[in-house]
């Protein structure tokens, strides 16, 4: 069972992962990174590892794929909100360019 986040932790947490934005608001609120690649293939290489880790973790995010970028938006419905497993999912996608 995950716990949502405080504001005060949901600001520290989010300092630690580079390039990562809150989006939306109250029950949606989210973390989100938009992903850049050089052609389609790439991206959907990407989102395949995307969806390794969300399989692993358990924790699944909204990905909008186009033709040379995907946004990975992660968000834990159970507690209409952020979780830490929302940040440490994203730090693991964040591994996957490195």
């Known amino acids: 069972m995950h716990k949502a986040l405080t504001a ?3 600001i520290a ?3 630690k992962i580079e390039g990562w934005r809150l ?3 109250g029950s949606d609120v989210a973390i989100e ?3 850049g690649f050089a052609d389609y293939y790439q ?7 995307v969806a390794f880790i969300a399989h692993a973790c358990n ?3 909204e990905l909008t794929v186009e033709f040379r970028q995907c946004r990975v938006r992660w968000h ?4 209409a909100g952020l979780s830490l497993a929302d940040f440490e999912c994203a ?3 964040d591994t996957l360019l490195a």
């Open 23 to 25: 989006s939306g608001d």
């Open 91 to 93: 730090s693991r996608t």
């Open 8 to 10: 005060t932790q949901i």
């Open 76 to 79: 834990t419905h159970e507690v």
């Open 13 to 15: 947490s989010l300092a």
């Open 43 to 49: 991206t959907l290489a990407f989102v395949n590892a």
């Open 59 to 61: 924790h699944h995010p």
């Open 33 to 35: 990174k938009t992903f």
